[in-house]
């Protein structure tokens, strides 16, 4: 029916979740077995298995290197889970992504609407790269210290970079009242500076990692501290209207354990009745923390990381409800891994020797060649997934999670003989040799019919140029079905190039047998401006026999006139139309 275009998707829509699953624990685990198999008889052949992780860089990982690695693996690891989550395909984009886009750059908001059409037009297939990607880098990072490791973090930094850039809206650098207590920078932004970090050889590592951390993380904590302190920011108000207690109102709606809720909470209520105090508090707490962080550089302090991670831990819980209940969260938000950074880069740990190890060497370095070896395969696959998106046609998902699944048959199809709009007759089937794509279109309709019209036009022009394939789109419209009405929605809608294009009316009585014949309903008075119809669209072979029964009320999105789209293509090739 017109309008219901606009209708949401159920985000764990049963189809959509059972191809989610499908793809990433049936196709995705027996590439990832292939690969990983082929992988393990290299290593084996070469020799190189014995020499995983027993390189003198690896041997001699700075302690702060090696603690670095274990948490950002850790956290990779915890984000690639999240993505499991049977909600990611259908809203990520949509929930996730698309409200960050408001007030953003033009160039920016630019990028991130081709960044979510990619996604809604691949939603099964990145979601399940994505998955396998993050838990690959997380298994990588933690059990490789050697080049494997290094890789892998750059490979980190490059994929959290992306990610931070279209996936967090560069983290809300360029959105107005963004708070460090809220995400800003964003959390990718601290996976970036992680992997380069562990991209670096060891012994830069060692040298620089602990003072330029630190330098840094001061600077992002002052600008932290100067963005709180705008008088714009609903920070400094009292009552509900407080900026922390309106965001702890709205967390502690969302299902998670009892006693966290009652901790944030209280602390919200705090908020609302201290109003500018308490932000004076948090103004203070990041001034304090960035000026001892960059005199920690050079003084050695320890005071100054740990102020800034029990800060950062206490509303990593408060401010941020630890950002992993809702059922679309995607990682554990920006606080948890500033902390970790923090932590790493004090002065208690920089000239620390290797961590000593407690079991054979040769044991640890065979079970990592495994694990590693595994992980590996999940990266290569799930990169050669995401990349052949670029290149591949849209998924269905969008259009069977909206509609349902096309129904087959063999019935009869009734035929008909109405007037085109080049006043000729034309019959149902009158051309052999061609399969007929038949639908219903009111020329007057601005909601639907446009939609279902840009989807004929586009499954045309993604034929061949001599495809044996007739589209028929009868009048479904009782008070304009003139054939003036007909050519103007034709030069409107920009079907006039359509080959093969047939947009047919008569007599209100034969039009509406043709209806009839179809079920295909229509209501309309006088006074109407257009009529509520049916969407539905028909594949009938050269033998005049009905194939298929397409539900199709259309997506106004591109990537959902996309979907459906590559539905048409799909049943069409099985009719062997290509």
Known sequence: MPGMSQQSIDLTNALVVAMFRHSLFVTGLIWLAVIAIVLMVSLVATRRILKFNMSSEGVGEPRARTYLRWAFGAIWLFDGFL????????????????????NTPSWLHSLMEHGIFLWNSHPISLAVGTAWLQVGIGLVLLVSNGRTGRIVGGVSACWAALVWLIGN???????SGASFLFGWPGATFFYVFAGVWLFVKPETFRQKFSNVTLRVLSVIVGFAALLQFLPSTEFWHGGNTNALTSMTTFMTKTAQPHLLAWFVRHVGSLAASMGGGFNIVVILWLGVCAVGLWMAAARRWRWPVWTLVVGCLFFWLVSEDTSIFGG??????????LAVLAWCASPALRGLEPREHRLPREMTSSAGAVVATFATAMILFSTALMAGTTFASAETTLYQAHNGPASATTLAASTFT?????????SLGEHPKRTTLLTFIDPHCWTDCPLLAK?????????????NLDIVAVAADPYHEQISDLRHFIAVRGLAHVKNFYFVTGKLSNVQKVWKSYGIGVSMTSTDKMSIHSDFMFL?????????????????SSSGVASAVSELRGLLASMGVN
Request: proline share 8%; net charge negative; aromatic share 6%.
């Open 83 to 102: 993505q499991f989550q049977a909600s990611m395909p259908l809203g990520l984009a949509n929930i996730v992504v698309a409200p960050l886009t408001t």
């Open 169 to 175: 809206g560069a983290g809300g650098m360029f959105v």
């Open 455 to 467: 989807q004929l036009e586009h499954v045309r022009a993604e034929l061949s140029a001599n495809a």
């Open 540 to 556: 009938i072979n050269p033998k005049g026999q009905l194939k298929w029964v397409i539900p199709d009320d259309p997506l106004s």
């Open 328 to 337: 679309l969260s995607t990682d554990v938000n920006s606080l948890l891994p």
């Open 418 to 426: 109405l007037t085109d709009q080049f006043n000729k007759t034309y």
